[in-house]
């Protein structure tokens, strides 16, 4: 070939051929016609194909992650967090922490608690802070009730000595004078003033402002005052200029003028401050904690203050402990007393119960999706939608038909009395108990067997057992030898579909099962709706997730997930 | 009954007077005789639906006969089910149990049959080897080329050493090249083992080169059965003889019988020699057949034969031989093969000429 254009290598460029020439020369990453790497070039093309599927797929994406992943990530914070112990009685938390465990706290922890308490009373958290340390230590929720309806009289000692002392006392306008900030006073009065001009009172009053000057010189009483104001402001919309402060705000500045602080405070109010200052070493005192033991002896009780320091953490084990039989104390985790271990014993019932609900439904649904396999079309078709007509009822109904067919004046006792079989004084009990719940969850299961044997025995040619068959294998040898190892995916994917679903199955255990009939997922269900205990339903509910995963993993290795089928 | 041709003593096989009916209103199979002597390599040739599996599979013992007798070794089987009948048989589609490696494949009827590990062992290796297939023993089926599992599909018939081995349509899913090499290989096996073979298939060259006797199946019944020579070179009935190769056919009636020879009168008045084979009486409508390459062209036949005039249509040139259509008593389809010889002429379309035949070589059969 003397024509220099079509020669070979005589093109510099890209031509197809050369690039092929050079991915033979070079022993490198092969380049595809243009030049490029042959994989980059392959993503490339790869690429728009790959966003149109994730454009596909993106509203179901979006719909799982809503309804599915975020309630899931949801349900495994939720068992493990706690921070309402720590949010609603964060100084009390504070001051436990050195506590020892033994007899009753120090009066430094009670004033904490004092403190925090009458903050979360006007804030109407204490009821919800009862009700969960109530699920580790009964008697707690009524204890934190009582208290708050009284605790704002621990301190009235003080507050009726100050004000005997000056009249002044009992102005919020004193106590504004002491602790605002002056910046703060200006803007509240043009703001009473504007408010008063266009009487608009709905518009917010500025919001309070600590002096820093106070706060230096009341280091206990000008922090409960700023809290103070906060909640009036907040909670109450009322203002700090016409409230008088809690008496537990007196009590703090007791403690700061007793411990020689509070100088340095000008005008008026210094002058009260000085007055004060003067006469607090002669004052009645009265202890926070005596305060308590009057309103409830029970805060002597070294056992509630034990819970509030095991539950202080914003983040808590205790749920999970809890879910099996265990419990956090001082004194690290213990098990539960013997009455209150359910937890265990409900996990254990739940899988022994479910796996014998998978064999039953193996049992009952392997020989019928076998025959249905080996039916013409026309009348497997016809068969299967018997199958399938359970689900078109209701599932309520169904199990409300298992009550009525199982009960002990039932159908099913009434045909056994009068065959003979069982005695009418010795009826069976089929119901409200193992059996019953057996009974009902391999009848509404059993689809969930059959349809997946069934996709799976339909591709099995016959002409496998013909083959054994022909090389001298009885029927049985041939079945079990080549044709059962071949719907062996079917029965993985049943299981597996059967298991997964009566692991989790509450309706008809909680309909049929009695008491000693019922799975876990009847007590999750009780502590969502009834204790309202979701920190503990998370906790159950991530053990089921946790072992049906760990299940799996041990399904995986030892059938092997690429064995199972669906057809 | 002209189709019991062998003896009943030294039968291997015996159908007699079969009959089967899957739904009790058709038959499928009609009156079915047929007698196997041992080591004989027969093939079922036929037309799809001519009942051809339906027969191995009464045979294998998959499906019973509605009515009539099939014997093995002189003993009745009907009543034997399809595993104590020791029959070998390899699949259309191998049927090779894909869960097991292909030892496990072969193993499987020796270990029905109890044998022995090392016993085992020895036949499977043998068995593979007969195959040429001795380093697949650790593969799984999925794993081979469909040649590859054809051989261990016949490896595992065999391994066994049963005395009849059956094969319904066993390579009609591979391509020429491959179907022709193992056609070889069944057909020397079979001899070297000395083992029966009942064989099925659509594809006639394949009987043919294959087969010690085909048996043609048409609807129901066998239509022949004869070495292939015979089957080809003298057709008993018009189904046989347009159904194995090519074949010209003209209709008419036969005009004069005299013994071996007679004569047609084609319906275009044109009169041809023929050998009679299933007309008996002057006056029978027939249908008249001759192979392609047995019609002369411009024929010196003798005085008192018959030639037809015909116009050639297209020549072809097909390399070993030409290929020539002509119009000839009126029909456009009527085909001469001539070797290609250094003398031999060369048509071309428009041209006319005569054509005759041998008498023998143009047989008269039933219309
Ligand atoms: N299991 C069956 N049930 C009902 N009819 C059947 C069954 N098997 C075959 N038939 C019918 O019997 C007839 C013969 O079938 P058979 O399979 O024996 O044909 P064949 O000669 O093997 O055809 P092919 O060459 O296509 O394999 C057909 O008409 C078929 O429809
Ligand atoms: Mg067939």
Redesign the pocket.
């Known amino acids: 070939m003397t024509d220099s254009a079509t020669g070979p290598d005589q093109f510099t460029g890209a031509t197809p051929d050369n690039a092929l020439r050079d991915a033979d020369r070079a022993a490198g990453p092969v380049l595809a016609a243009d030049g490029r790497p042959l994989k980059q070039s392959l993503s490339r093309a790869l690429r728009a194909q790959k966003l149109r599927a994730l454009g596909l797929i993106s509203p179901l994406l979006l719909f799982i992650l809503i309804t599915f992943i975020l309630p899931i990530a949801d349900m495994l914070f939720r068992s493990v967090e706690n921070q309402i112990v720590s949010e609603t009685l964060p100084r009390t938390v504070l001051a436990l922490e050195d506590w020892e465990g033994e007899g009753t706290p120090d009066e430094v922890v009670f004033r904490a608690l004092a403190a925090d308490l009458v903050i979360a009373a006007e804030q109407k958290l204490h009821t919800r802070l009862g009700s969960r340390l109530n699920y580790e230590t009964t008697g707690l929720s009524s204890l934190f009730r009582k208290t708050g309806r009284d605790v704002d009289e621990i301190g009235e000692v003080y507050l009726d000595q100050f004000e005997a002392l000056d009249p002044a006392w009992e102005e919020p306008g004193t106590w504004v004078a002491l602790m605002a900030a002056p910046d703060w006073i200006e803007a509240q009065a043009d703001w009473a003033a504007q408010a008063e001009a266009d009487r608009d009172f709905d518009s917010p009053e500025p919001r309070f402002r600590l002096d820093p000057a106070a706060g230096e010189a009341f280091p206990v009483a000008a922090p409960l005052y700023q809290r103070f104001a906060e909640v009036i402001q907040v909670e109450n919309e009322d203002s700090p200029t016409e409230e008088e402060p809690w008496p537990i705000v007196y009590q703090a500045l007791y403690e700061d003028l007793i411990a020689g602080h509070g100088e340095g405070v000008a005008g008026e109010a210094g002058r009260l401050i000085a007055a004060a200052r003067d006469a607090v070493p002669g004052f009645e005192t009265a202890s926070a904690r005596e305060g308590f033991l009057e309103i409830d002896e029970d805060w002597g009780n070294p056992e509630v203050w034990g819970t509030i320091q095991s539950f202080s953490d914003p983040y808590t084990a205790g749920y999970f402990l809890s879910s099996i039989d265990l419990q956090l104390t001082p004194n690290g985790v213990e098990k539960q007393p013997e009455d209150q271990q359910i937890y265990i014993l409900l996990f254990q019932r739940t899988l022994f119960m479910s796996l014998v609900i998978m064999g039953s439904c193996v049992l009952l649904g392997y020989p019928i999706a076998f025959l249905l396999s080996n039916l013409p079309l026309r009348t497997s078709n016809l068969l299967l939608i018997l199958v399938l007509l359970p689900f078109w009822t209701s599932l309520l109904v169904r199990t409300s038909a298992w009550k009525v067919l199982l009960q002990q004046q039932g159908v099913i006792n009434d045909v056994l009395v009068w065959i003979g079989l069982v005695a009418d004084n010795n009826r069976l009990e089929l119901i409200n108990n193992q059996t019953g719940t057996i009974i009902a969850m391999t009848h509404i299961l059993l689809p969930f067997m059959i349809l997946p044997l069934y996709s799976v025995m339909k591709t099995i040619p016959p002409y496998y057992v013909r083959a054994a068959k022909s090389l001298g294998a009885t029927p049985f040898t041939a079945f079990w030898r080549v044709y059962f190892p071949q719907s062996v995916p079917g029965i993985g994917a049943g299981c597996i579909l059967v298991f997964i679903l009566s692991i989790g199955y509450y309706i008809t255990p909680e309909l049929v099962g009695g008491t000693t009939g019922t799975f876990i997922s009847n007590r999750i269900a009780y502590h969502i709706s009834q204790s309202l205990n979701w920190g503990l339903a998370a906790a159950l509910g991530s053990i089921l997730l946790a072992v049906v995963l760990v299940l799996y993993y041990i399904y995986d290795k030892i059938v092997g997930i690429d064995n199972v089928s669906l057809g | 009954m002209p189709l019991l041709d062998t003896q009943a003593d030294d039968a291997f096989v015996q159908f007699e007077r079969v009959q089967k009916s899957?739904?009790g209103e058709?038959l499928?199979?009609k009156d079915l005789n047929l007698t196997l002597p041992k080591g004989e390599f027969l093939t079922?040739l036929?037309?799809?639906?001519?009942?051809?599996?339906?027969?191995?599979?009464m045979l294998a013992g998959f499906?019973s006969a509605t009515h009539g007798e099939i014997r093995l070794k002189g003993q009745p089987i009907n009543n034997i089910p399809p595993h104590k009948r020791g029959i070998g048989m390899v699949f259309q589609n191998y049927a090779l149990f894909p869960h097991m490696s292909v030892a496990e494949n072969l193993s499987f009827p020796l270990e029905v049959r109890k044998m022995g590990k090392s016993e085992r062992e020895e036949k499977i290796r043998r068995a593979l080897d007969m195959v040429q297939m001795g380093d697949f023993g650790g593969r799984r089926p999925a794993q081979l080329s469909g040649g590859q599992q054809q051989r261990i599909a016949l490896a595992r018939a065999l391994v066994f050493e049963p005395e009849l081995v059956l094969m319904?349509?066993p390579l009609g899913a591979l391509d020429k090249q491959l179907r022709e090499t193992l056609q070889f290989e069944i057909t020397r096996l079979a001899h070297d083992l000395g083992i029966t073979v009942v064989y099925?298939t659509?594809d006639q060259t394949e009987a043919l080169t294959m087969s010690d006797r085909v048996a043609v199946?048409d609807d129901?019944r066998i239509q022949q059965l004869a070495p292939p020579d015979e089957l080809y070179e003298a057709p008993q009935n018009s189904f046989v003889a347009q159904f194995i190769g090519e074949n010209n056919t003209l209709d008419g009636t036969v005009s004069q019988l005299s013994g071996d020879k007679c004569i047609v009168q084609l319906d275009s008045g044109e009169e041809i020699d023929a050998l009679p084979v299933n007309v008996s009486n002057v006056g029978d409508r027939t249908l008249v057949s001759i192979r392609p390459e047995r019609v002369e062209i411009d024929p010196d036949l003798g005085p008192d034969s018959h030639t037809l005039d015909a116009e050639v249509l297209e020549f072809i040139y097909m390399g070993d031989v030409f290929r020539t259509r002509l119009r000839v008593a009126g029909r456009d389809d009527f085909i001469v093969k001539t070797r290609n010889r250094a003398d031999q002429v060369r048509l071309s379309p428009g041209q006319k000429v005569k054509l005759g035949w041998l008498p023998q070589d143009c047989r008269a059969l039933d219309p």
């Open positions: 899957y739904d058709t499928v199979v079922m036929g037309p799809s639906g001519s009942g051809k599996t339906t027969c191995l599979m499906e319904d349509e099925v659509h199946f129901g």
